[in-house]
């Protein structure tokens, strides 16, 4: 059964930066193609941020230039690096595993001074 864990999360100050997680099991994450997606108060979710099993990745324009995602295949983890966060950054980011009903659970990030 495939399982999703985000981790990561928490509060900081715009112009920060923090790394999200996302271990998994049962799938294989460096052949799998997985996505990182978030949700703010009142907004719909959105992605922004994809890799490809091959490892190409893609960016909302939103986050383009700011985060990074990346994977380590010795641990089957994902991560979603964030650097010189903005308030507008503040949601529940979540990852999934791409085009399926598999998500996590989700981990607040709340960008604030």
């Known amino acids: 059964q495939v399982q999703l864990v985000e981790s990561g999360g928490g509060l900081v100050q715009p112009g920060e930066s923090l790394r999200l997680s996302c271990a998994a099991s049962?799938?294989?994450?460096?052949?799998?193609?997985m996505d990182w997606y978030r949700q703010a108060p009142g907004k719909q979710r959105e992605r922004v941020a994809h890799?490809?099993?091959?490892?190409?990745?893609n960016y909302a324009d939103s986050v383009k230039g700011r985060f990074t995602i990346s994977r380590d295949n010795a641990k089957n983890t994902m991560y979603l690096q964030m650097s010189s966060l903005k308030p507008e950054d503040t949601a529940v980011y979540y990852c999934?595993?791409?085009?399926?009903?598999?998500w996590g659970q989700g981990t607040q990030v709340t960008v604030s001074s």
């Open positions: 049962g799938i294989v994450l460096r052949l799998a193609a």
């Open positions: 890799i490809s099993s091959g490892g190409s990745t």
């Open positions: 999934r595993l791409s085009a399926t009903d598999f």
